[in-house]
């Protein structure tokens, strides 16, 4: 199992007993609608009209599902959203087959400023003695070029950070 930041550990752990919570009120409500602490039939419960839904971590490109799977993030979504490695996102995969993504838990983080480069292909930011990868949709958005002064967002926790959200092309 990769590294896995503590706030990382801890939002899970909150988003866990959240929908523990969330579940048993759910199942205290219905047993008060259909008048019976019995386990509920399956048969009564209409599945979700959008479709299934899943949670996960945003790795910078992708979300990493509470299945283990991985799944492509739109990178326009991810730019626009500021979306930061670590985020805990939803998923629903309507009933044609298109995902459609949410953001639901930010984790806490921080803005720095550092230098645009590019190096085969691929873009980052360099800032003091570390590199961030950024999403060429973020690049292309701000119109951003390699020695450009830029902002970015990253985890406030960064040591395993490996991608930043552009935030600003200065």
Known sequence: ??????????????????????????KELLSSVIGSDDTLDPSEIRPDPMGRIIEGVFDGQNMVG????????????ASKSKLVQGD???MTIAEDGALLYKQIGPI????????LKQDTGQY?????DR????????????KAKPGDQVSINVPEDDTHAEWAALEAAL
């Open 131 to 142: 590199s961030f990868r950024v999403l060429l949709a973020s690049v292309t958005y701000f």
């Open 88 to 90: 805990i996102l939803k």
């Open 66 to 77: 509470s299945d283990a799977k991985t799944y492509p993030v739109p990178a326009n979504y």
């Open 1 to 26: 199992m990769a590294d896995v930041p503590d706030k990382q550990i801890k939002r899970l752990k909150a988003l866990i007993a959240e929908s523990e919570t969330s579940l048993a009120a759910a």
């Open 108 to 115: 806490p983080r921080k803005q720095l400023v550092g230098l």
């Open 124 to 128: 980052f930011v360099e800032v003091a």
